[in-house]
């Protein structure tokens, strides 16, 4: 690999043990991936914040990378382990929860700005096309690649963590012109409409694409910034996908040719394939708990949410996960307070996925409007889901059950 010589002053310990090491884990990876060269990044978003996923050794790295390195770009924080402001009140361990803290002022303290979301675009990390970044957090890797058409693999939390330090990526993968085509093509037959809808397609895209980059054709409408989020999420859970194309939507589709060759067939996504997915996800009896914002709900969504709860009463727990900046303007509008009234709890600063337990509650049933959490339900919390969209997810909040 060649490198400037300033990355091999890096290389080489010029500014000290800790970026040496960052570089010598970049240039080793970009050995792996056949990389010739390094590119330059303008931000990071840095998964693997949450203590649940780094434990002891991720916790001792950070906190060693602190005492010598500071970020060279921008770096946000993806969800973490608790609720920063309210933990106690909500019931998260305090053993975990101190660990937890401990965690984000190590990051804080090299100079990470402290957005505990998984929708860094909604909160200030807002990239511009073209541009090279460096994003962990499989759907906001999807958003950013696919909505803005900025550039980044998929960034684990060390691969973050040295490019926030260095700088610098390898130059491979999404990166690169090449590798930033469709391989798989989806007509799509059925008339989108609701964030259930594009979830439903987004578990069926990743799991035909896997860890490769999907082509949709026949949306008939512009989707909405919250559709698309509720896309990719399914996309990067049901499958790896990193990068997918709307033609006529996404900004490297304006034509199916842009992005995808006449020889790749399409698969059809019609009634009976959404309602193949929908059968997966079919619980059907009372809901203990409704999440909704995996990823973290917009402001836009806030409103929907409040005004679908407002004078009611919920027999559900439920969760509105979302960041601690929309919060404060969703309570500034006085939606936090008409969700709170009907029962309901605004999470902020973490997720289900992400948190440390909810076992402790009880719950056996989960109804979410997210194919993610949807997707993950089963094997993180042996909880059985059901995906609905937003407003039949607080009808089952409401009645405490569905289907019925």
């Not at 910034?225 to 509720?230: N, V």
């Amino acid at each position: 690999m060649h490198l400037t010589a300033e990355e091999q002053k890096m290389l080489d310990g010029a500014y000290g043990e800790t970026v040496r090491r960052s570089m010598k884990v970049l240039v080793a990876l970009g050995e792996i991936y056949g990389a010739d060269h390094m590119i330059e990044v303008k931000n990071v978003h840095s998964p693997g914040v949450s203590y649940r996923v780094a434990g002891d050794a991720g916790l001792g790295y950070v906190e060693d990378a602190s005492k010598d390195a500071v970020f060279q770009v921008p770096m946000t924080l993806n969800t973490i382990g608790i609720d920063e402001k309210d933990w106690k009140q909500i019931g998260f361990p305090e053993d975990f929860s101190c660990k937890q803290l401990e965690l984000s002022r190590a990051y804080e303290k090299m100079g990470a700005i402290p957005t505990n979301s998984c929708t860094p675009y909604l909160n200030g990390n807002l990239p511009m096309f073209g541009e090279h970044v460096a994003w962990g957090e499989s759907s906001a890797v999807a958003f950013v690649n696919s909505v803005i058409g900025a550039r980044t693999n998929r960034e684990g939390g060390p691969t973050a963590l040295a490019a926030a330090i260095t700088g610098r990526v390898p130059a491979y993968g999404y990166h690169l012109d090449e590798n930033r085509k469709g391989t798989h093509l989806i007509r799509v037959e059925v008339d989108l409409k609701t964030d259930k809808d594009f979830a439903v397609l987004g578990y069926f895209g990743g799991k035909l694409a896997g860890k490769d980059v999907p082509v949709f054709e026949g949306i008939k409408r512009r989707p909405t910034l919250e559709q698309f989020k509720a896309l990719g999420a399914a996309l990067a859970s049901a499958g790896a996908v990193a990068l997918y194309h709307v033609v006529g939507f996404t900004p490297e589709a304006p034509t199916k040719q842009d992005v995808i060759g006449d020889e790749i067939q399409p698969v059809v996504f019609d009634q009976a394939a959404y309602d193949k997915v929908c059968e997966k996800f079919s619980q059907k009896g009372p809901i203990d708990f409704v999440v909704l914002g995996c990823p973290h709900v917009s402001i836009r969504e806030f409103e929907e949410i409040a005004g679908l709860v407002r004078g009611k009463r919920l027999n559900s727990d439920l969760w509105v996960c979302t960041s601690r900046m929309v919060r404060e303007l969703a309570e500034r509008m006085g939606f936090v307070e008409d969700i709170q009234a009907a029962g309901g709890e605004i999470i902020c600063d973490t997720c289900p996925v992400l948190c440390c337990t909810l076992t402790q509650r009880g719950y056996k049933t989960v109804a979410t409007n997210s194919g993610k959490m949807a997707h993950y339900a089963p094997g993180l919390w042996n909880l059985q889901p059901v995906l609905l969209n937003t407003a039949e997810c607080i009808q089952a909040a409401i009645d405490g059950k569905w289907g019925e």
